[in-house]
């Protein structure tokens, strides 16, 4: 038997791709980033919120040397950036996985244009990469709090002890 990658992998879109992708998903679009190293239950509870608050949710995912940069960790991320985004979208909430490699997302802001731009909340919405942008062309910006304190720090080092 001939196996292939599984259908979940379409939803990966080069950053170059993404303004042709997004014209094919439902409005409003929803936008949120970040490293998604280890997926947790936080995770998985923040992006289904996020998703509520549209019909499309893509996510921006850190490369490798973005997630360094960041100084989480000479170890981090944990997971290649091919398989964080395989993880993400394999989630039925997120409808478009892409990737950036800048210290920031909003070159991917520009290009898909979210209706909705969203981030954890561990940023005030006015601090929020993007948000001076999408409220500009009318959009709106979310600071969705937190409903499992989770972080992936916490869960390496709870490996680390045992």
Not at 39 to 48: C, E, K, S, T, V
Not at 114 to 128: C, F, R, S, T, Y
């Amino acid at each position: 038997m001939t196996y292939s990658a599984p259908v979940f992998e379409s939803k990966i879109c080069d950053p170059a791709d993404l303004p042709a992708r997004v014209a094919s998903l439902s409005r409003p679009l929803v936008f949120t980033n970040g490293c998604f190293d280890i997926l947790h239950r936080g995770h998985a509870a923040y992006l289904a919120q996020a998703r509520a608050l549209g019909a499309s949710l893509v996510v921006g995912v850190n490369t490798d040397a973005s997630v360094k940069r960041l100084g989480k960790g000479d170890d981090r991320p944990v997971n290649s950036q091919q398989d964080r985004m395989a993880v993400l979208a394999a989630l039925e909430s997120v409808s478009l996985v892409t990737w950036f490699d800048e210290d920031t997302p909003l070159q991917l802001i520009l290009a898909c244009r979210p209706d909705i731009l969203v981030k954890g909340g561990d940023w005030a919405a006015e601090n929020i990469v993007g948000a001076r942008e999408v409220l500009d062309w009318g959009g709106q910006v979310h600071s969705i709090p937190f409903l499992f304190e989770r972080s992936t720090t916490s869960t390496i080092a709870k490996i680390r002890a045992l």
